[in-house]
């Protein structure tokens, strides 16, 4: 099992830019398709951007496409957040996340593996 650590989260104005970082461990890194969720203050936990194994292939959610690029470096076995253009509603815990699958999706049910969170606060 791959355990998942974040970092990055902060406070920044909107229109700024932050990049999230998110080191696996205990697993095979590449074998895994990566995500980063996120849930505000009384709401879902809801997707925001997805890489495949290679990282060949990205998708994103439409409230951040555009905005936000998810890359990875597998030699590091890290999965990076490139956050820009940032908006008080992108305000929330950022969550990385892993799955087994060997396609992306957006579905949380799919991912077993979470980190703990990192807050990420967009002031206006």
């Known amino acids: 099992q791959v355990q998942l650590v974040e970092s990055g989260g902060g406070l920044v104005q909107a229109g700024g830019s932050l990049r999230l970082s998110c080191a696996a461990s205990g697993g095979t890194f590449s074998n895994y398709v990566m995500a980063w969720f996120r849930q505000a203050p009384g709401k879902e936990r809801d997707f925001v951007a997805a890489?495949?194994?290679?990282?060949?292939?990205?998708y994103y959610a439409a409230s951040v496409k555009g905005r936000f690029t998810i890359s990875r470096d597998n030699a590091k076995n890290t999965v990076y957040l490139q956050m820009n253009s940032l908006k008080p509603e992108d305000t929330a815990v950022y969550y990385c996340?892993?799955?087994?699958?060997?396609?992306?999706?957006?579905?949380?049910?799919?991912?077993?593996?979470w980190g703990q969170g990192t807050q990420v606060t967009v002031s206006s």
């Open positions: 996340a892993a799955s087994r699958r060997t396609t992306i999706t957006d579905r949380l049910s799919e991912y077993y593996n």
């Open positions: 890489a495949s194994w290679t990282g060949g292939a990205t």
